[in-house]
């Protein structure tokens, strides 16, 4: 059964920071991988989507990599800003069944 | 394109009421999914289905029931509410193709918002 770990629970930082939020599959037979964004009160935003066959994946100040055999992924955020304050969420792909296993999140507060 | 749309955002009901929550998509999308959300934890699959007609069950279906009669709707039913079943419930959609590999994409609705007591 797949297991899904984000490290840390939480992490406040001051603005600015260059930061890296871990996550940690168990069953690498994944078809890909997604990190989302959650607002208090509010629904899920996809960020970012890697291929299986893909090693990272940019957009803006946002890249994601993914090692596959290992089962890792990370998200780097560059430059922090407060409007990047939320929950980010991790969720591999299964091949097995196509459903989207989820990691518990990652709570991010960026100080001004 | 309105994308994922969900009603009610918020409902109250009391234990043994019965309730239908609403999904919606315009985008075309083959998949879609119910999830529950508990505060502080990660999302749990309640329901999915792969087409109009098709639908099954995922990690917590106890207490629920889906319909897909149509591409664009997927409602979740909840039968005899129980004070467990208090979570934000989302719906999310995607598709089994997508430009620059983005098939299985997932885009989700702004969520229900159930409180059972």
């Known amino acids: 059964k797949q297991e899904v770990t984000q490290i840390p629970a939480a992490l406040s930082v001051p603005e600015g920071e260059n930061l890296v939020l871990n996550c940690s599959f168990t069953d690498s037979a994944i078809y890909n991988l997604q990190w989302f964004r959650q607002d208090p009160g509010k629904g899920l935003t996809s960020l970012l989507l890697i291929q299986s066959s893909q090693r990272e994946q940019t957009s803006g100040r946002l890249n994601a990599s993914l090692d596959k055999s290992s089962g890792r992924s990370t998200l780097y955020i560059a430059a922090s800003q407060p409007g990047d304050s939320a929950t980010y969420l991790c969720a591999p792909f299964m091949d097995s069944n196509y459903q989207l296993i989820w990691g518990a999140g990652t709570k991010l507060i960026i100080k001004p | 394109n309105a994308g994922v749309t969900q009603t009610p955002k918020f409902r109250i009901l009391k234990i043994g009421q019965s309730m239908t929550l609403q999904c919606a998509q315009d985008m075309n999308h083959n998949y879609m999914y119910w999830y529950r959300q508990d505060p502080g934890m990660g999302l749990k699959l309640i329901y999915y289905s792969v087409g109009a007609g098709i639908t099954d069950k995922g990690e917590v279906p106890n207490g629920y029931n889906v319909s897909r009669s149509t591409t664009e709707d997927f409602p979740l039913r909840l039968e005899l509410a129980a004070p467990s079943q208090t979570s934000v419930y989302f719906c999310?959609?995607?598709?089994?193709?997508?430009?620059?590999?983005?098939?299985?994409?997932?885009?989700f609705g702004p969520g229900t918002r159930l409180t059972v007591t």
């Open positions: 999310a959609s995607s598709s089994t193709w997508g430009t620059s590999g983005t098939a299985y994409e997932q885009y």
